[in-house]
Each structure stands twice: as C-alpha cells, then as structure tokens.
T-cell receptor, first 116, second 114 residues
C-alpha cells in the first residue's frame, strides 16, 4: 500500500511554544490530506482537511489560529500547534488516500505531543 | 450525523481461537467501510477496505463482511495469535469520491494470550 510518513513521532514542548508536525506522502501525490486527533482510549476525531494550494477546512470547534495547517506541495502537509498548552497534549495523526473513487485511506505513524 | 459503534470495547482470548469484532453505523448510505489496526502509541494500519457493493473481503486470516442495509460490519479473525493483539478500528467515509473524511468507532482492544 501507499506510504504516509509523519514526523516527529514524539515531541515534548514547554507551554507557550509552537510545535510543527509534518505529514508526507512518500510514493504518491495527495491534493488533500486530513489531520486527526486522538485522546487516550477515544476514537480519532477529524480536526481539519488540508488542501494543497488553498486554505484548510476546519471542523466545528477546532481553532484555526491554534492549529495552523499548510499544504504547500502535493506530498507535504504541516500542522503547527501554536502557543501550546497542556490540554493540547494528544496523539495527532494525518492521512491521505490515492486519487480515485472510494480508495483506501493511509495513515501516518502519528505524533505524540506532550506539553509541559 | 454518522455514528460508528464497536462492540465489544475489549476482548481477551486464548491463542488459537477464532473471534468476531462488530461494527455498526447509523447512516447506511456509505460508500465503503475500512478496518484498521492500531498498536499502542502507533498510527493506523489499513487491514481491509470493503466497497458498498461488496459483501465481504478477505486477507489471510482476516475476513470482513458488510451488511449495508442493516448498518453492520464484522471482522472475523481466524486462529488468533499473540501478534494480533492490538486495537481494531472501523471507519466509514462521510462522502464518496477521493480523499474523504472518515468517522471512526472507538475501537475494540484485542488481547490474545499465549
């Protein structure tokens, strides 16, 4: 299957700082990528849709100024958590799928963010 | 709004047993259903994708069925092994086409004991 790579896999930062997470499609191009968040023992919740060359679309309740998304190329989307607080600590995962109708979604390895 | 429920939330079985994981969804107008595996602290690995026109898909010891009209899917794991221990998630897309959003269940935590 297609490979989606996410980096870093784990990051610890201080409150008030910003953290950038990268999501790359290694062997295919993705005009759209998705960012999910997962709390312990909870389901994945969609945060936003990352669109190459245009603004991201955020789900209800997700602060766009808090979670900055940039999709500068067909293989890279970045999520920046700005002015991080301890409540932002979570597991963040990105996904993308091949172009085509109803194709499989492939996920990155996830990033465990801990804000201290 | 689509809701996905998975039962049971956790399951512990001895090695070698066959087992069934259940997934139900409230809106039957889905385009496909996907089963994933998630190991602790890791991302998701796609296991099986069933299109809405299909009844089942098989990959090795895994068999997934889909009954779209009743809003249900099952993942059957044959001859379970300790290496199958993980959380299994099912997900359905919010719409069709390419690159679609997914709604996930909370998952079933499977433990296979040696």
């Amino acid at each position: 299957g297609a490979v989606v790579s996410q980096h870093p896999s784990r990051v610890i930062c201080k409150s008030g700082t910003s953290v950038k997470i990268e999501c790359r499609s290694l062997d295919f191009q993705a005009t759209t990528m998705f960012w999910y968040r997962q709390f312990p023992k909870q389901s994945l919740m969609l945060m936003a849709t990352s669109n190459e060359g245009s603004k991201a679309t955020y789900e209800q309740g997700v602060e766009k100024d808090k979670f900055l998304i940039n999709h500068a190329s067909l293989t890279l989307s970045t999520l920046t958590v700005t002015s991080a607080h301890p409540e932002d600590s979570s597991f963040y995962i990105c996904s993308a799928s091949l172009i085509g109708v109803n194709t499989e979604a492939f996920f990155g390895q996830g990033t465990r963010l801990t804000v201290v | 709004k689509q809701e996905v429920t998975q039962i049971p939330a956790a399951l512990s079985v001895p090695e070698g047993e066959n087992l069934v994981l259940n997934c139900s969804f409230t809106d039957s107008a889905i385009y496909n259903l996907q089963w994933f595996r998630q190991d602790p602290g890791k991302g998701l690995t796609s296991l099986l994708l069933i299109q809405s026109s299909q009844r089942e898909q098989t990959s090795g010891r895994l068999n997934a069925s889909l009954d779209k009209s009743s809003g249900r899917s099952t993942l059957y794991i044959a001859a379970s092994q300790p290496g199958d221990s993980a959380t299994y998630l099912c997900a359905v897309p919010n719409s069709g086409g390419s690159n679609y959003k997914l709604t996930f269940g909370k998952g079933t935590l499977l433990t296979v004991n040696p």
